[in-house]
């Protein structure tokens, strides 16, 4: 692989083609930076291709983690504006079941009002007039400005739109080790698996967005990072059985997420925790709960013909020793390696949501500009994306 860039300004390299990567590489490439970004697989092939695609309003973490809900809240108006086209505007519903899920319910109304999450009561007769498949013995709802996506496509809308401002993206092309010298990471070495031939390429700064991965590619620099990689399943079931995204009204659990995609129905999701994001599995006793859990929010979930099951890992920040991951904030943080281990020429973006990508890279680009000298505004909150079909023929 060779990588030939036309102008002279400084050039940042990002290990992975998430989310995050993708809206890092808009980013910095509309503040008029050299960017190559390097995927080891497809783009959008880790955890942002496999999530449910819930455009989060932020109210499933308003009570227990306000900072992550204020985040979500704040993203999800804005990627409406810049990404159009891209979401099922269809709000959510969290749906109480019993009396202490209707207790819960004071506790997130109040937090949503907190957290500037616009969430209204509706009785359990409104609440069935708009979704007639909920469990009939509901006892009430709180109506969220929840919304769904296509987990690839908007993400695709990012590197896009930074392939027409001059990034370049490579795909199949794994960072195998940093360069290093007197603690300072100047460029990545490789594998690119389309031609099977090593490459090397120098940056001035190398930012490792690889989400899950975190630990392992900040280890190249010999820095740690504390990455928790928490798996969750989601099962796919045949049948869209809400226009709503469905969720239970209580403390975040396993399987009391519905969501609707096309024709298919997303039940969501368990939650643990492992120490390789290449080895996850997915455990039989997971989907089980899938299905018990949905059921309980929509009884037709219980009989519904299965479609696919598949497992994915939450970047989390924290340290080791959490039980399964609910326990950790969702919000995000970026490292810059200098300030906190000594290390030149490297910062580590991660945790966050997909619904935060873009802020996450706002965060970054602002600590890679301030490193590099670059003077240059964020231009993301109001670029409007280009359609998804533009990654293939940019
Ligand atoms: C079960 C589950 C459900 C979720 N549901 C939602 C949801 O509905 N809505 C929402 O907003 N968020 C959701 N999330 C969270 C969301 O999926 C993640 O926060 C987000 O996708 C992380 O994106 P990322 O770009 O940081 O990481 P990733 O998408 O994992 O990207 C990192 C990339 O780095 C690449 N990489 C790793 N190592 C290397 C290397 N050495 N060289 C080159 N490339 C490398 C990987 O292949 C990967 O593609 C969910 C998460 C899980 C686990």
Redesign the pocket.
Known sequence: MTVVHRSPAPHVVI???????GALALDLALRGLRVTL????EI?????????????SGARYAVNDPESAAECIQENQLLRRVAPGSFEENDGLFVGLDEEDMAYGEKLFAACGETGIPARWLSAAEALRLEPNLNPALKGAIQVPDATFD?MRLPLRWFATAKAHGALIQPF????SLIVHDKCVTGVR?RDHRTERDFEISADIVVN?????AE??AAMAGVDVPIQP?????LALRGRFCNMVINRMHKSGDGDIV?PQRALSIV??SSWIVDDPDDLGVPEDHVQKMYEEGAKLIPAVRSAPFRQAW?????LIGSRGAATGRELSRTFKCFDHMERDGVEGFVTI?G??????RA?AETTADVVCRKLGVDAPCRTRDTVLLPHTAYYTA
């Open positions: 290990v992975g083609g998430g989310g995050t990567g390097v995927e080891r697989g959008t092939s880790g955890t942002t291709g496999r999530h449910h695609g819930l455009l989060h987990a092309c794994e960072v195998t490789g967005a690889s989400g899950p991965w392992k590619v928490s798996p969750g399943v989601l969501v969501g999701t497992s994915a890992a939450r970047p991660s966050g949501k997909g619904t935060t990508a996450m």
